[in-house]
């Protein structure tokens, strides 16, 4: 195995509230079984990398920020493996995720991008309001807003944090589900080669009829169109039994399943870093 350092960066504390010991969690315990297959790992938060830093051999990571997301992608154009690949973590930002759903027909919630200083042009009630960048630093970076007022306040309240864009969703009824996967590899029935998902826990569970496969090849199909490799989401179950994506995510903390997907994520990471340490 190469002497070089594989890196493990760390999510922006901001980017994780209420969840920041669990991401820092999955990301040491999967740094753990990567170091057990042989990997050396050297842990960063975004802050810490540095242009002058030896190049490392692979870099596994959790930050979102652009301007890291930049310096990491300089690296991947040099040959360095990234999961996820930085250009697939911009993609999860909402707008550029709304374009490539698009594209690729992925059944997600019918999204639109505004000004945040449209306050007159919220559409249809009720709405939730999201800003349209990364998916949730602090309050009001999404907001329910059941009233004209109650839209046009969440939207003046992300223009005056010097937000320009939001995403308007409307409100699906339905069960509430998760789901993690990794691997963007298909197996026999379409799913992800590994994929959990679960009911959300705020709620009252009505029970509609949920196909878990139909749920699993969307949501590979998403991870496919945002080029994601460990990603999780939300999604709504209608009445009917449809799926309705809500969000998609790079690297959820996996709380539920923290020991299992460490070592699959692993498995995973130790695969594309081999070609590399060659």
């Given at each position: 195995?190469?002497?070089?350092?594989?890196?493990?960066?760390?999510?922006?504390?901001e980017?994780?509230?209420?969840?920041?010991?669990?991401?820092?969690?999955?990301?040491?315990?999967?740094?753990?079984?990567?170091?057990?297959?042989?990997?050396?790992?050297?842990?960063?938060?975004?802050?810490?990398?540095?242009?002058?830093?030896?190049?490392?051999?692979?870099?596994?990571?959790?930050?979102?920020?652009?301007?890291?997301?930049?310096?990491?992608?300089?690296?991947?154009?040099?040959?360095?493996?990234?999961?996820?690949?930085?250009?697939?973590?911009?993609?999860?930002?909402?707008?550029?995720?709304?374009?490539?759903?698009?594209?690729?027909?992925?059944?997600?919630?019918?999204?639109?991008?505004?000004?945040?200083?449209?306050?007159?042009?919220?559409?249809?009630l009720?709405?939730?309001?999201?800003?349209?960048?990364?998916?949730?630093?602090?309050?009001?970076?999404?907001?329910?807003?059941?009233?004209?007022?109650?839209?046009?306040?969440?939207?003046?309240?992300?223009?005056?944090?010097?937000?320009?864009?939001?995403?308007?969703?409307?409100?699906?009824?339905?069960?509430?589900?998760?789901?993690?996967?990794?691997?963007?590899?298909?197996?026999?029935?379409?799913?992800?080669a590994?994929?959990?998902?679960?009911?959300h826990?705020?709620?009252?569970?009505?029970?509609?009829?949920?196909?878990?496969?139909?749920?699993?090849?969307?949501?590979?199909?998403?991870?496919?169109?945002?080029?994601?490799?460990?990603?999780?989401?939300?999604?709504?179950?209608?009445?009917?039994?449809?799926?309705?994506?809500?969000?998609?995510?790079?690297w959820?903390?996996?709380?539920?399943?923290?020991?299992?997907?460490?070592?699959?994520?692993?498995?995973?990471?130790?695969?594309?870093?081999?070609?590399?340490?060659?």
């Amino acid at each position: 195995m190469s002497d070089a350092d594989c890196w493990g960066i760390f999510r922006e504390r901001e980017h994780s509230p209420g969840r920041e010991n669990d991401d820092t969690e999955i990301l040491r315990l999967t740094g753990k079984h990567i170091e057990a297959r042989g990997f050396q790992v050297t842990f960063k938060t975004p802050e810490e990398i540095g242009t002058a830093d030896p190049r490392p051999l692979g870099v596994f990571l959790m930050c979102e920020r652009v301007e890291i997301l930049d310096r990491l992608h300089a690296l991947e154009l040099l040959g360095v493996p990234h999961v996820n690949s930085p250009h697939a973590v911009l993609n999860t930002y909402r707008d550029r995720m709304i374009s490539h759903f698009g594209e690729a027909n992925v059944p997600f919630i019918e999204s639109r991008v505004v000004p945040t200083d449209a306050v007159d042009d919220v559409g249809p009630l009720p709405v939730w309001v999201k800003r349209a960048d990364v998916h949730n630093t602090q309050a009001g970076d999404v907001t329910f807003a059941s009233t004209r007022d109650g839209a046009a306040e969440a939207l003046r309240a992300l223009a005056a944090r010097h937000i320009p864009k939001a995403v308007l969703q409307p409100h699906v009824e339905g069960d509430l589900v998760k789901f993690y996967g990794i691997g963007a590899g298909a197996r026999s029935d379409g799913a992800p080669a590994w994929f959990r998902w679960f009911y959300h826990k705020e709620q009252r569970v009505v029970g509609h009829p949920l196909d878990p496969a139909q749920l699993a090849r969307a949501v590979r199909r998403a991870a496919l169109a945002l080029g994601l490799d460990v990603y999780g989401g939300d999604a709504i179950v209608t009445r009917a039994g449809g799926i309705v994506l809500l969000d998609v995510n790079a690297w959820p903390s996996f709380a539920l399943y923290r020991e299992e997907a460490a070592e699959r994520i692993a498995a995973h990471v130790a695969f594309r870093f081999a070609g590399a340490a060659r």
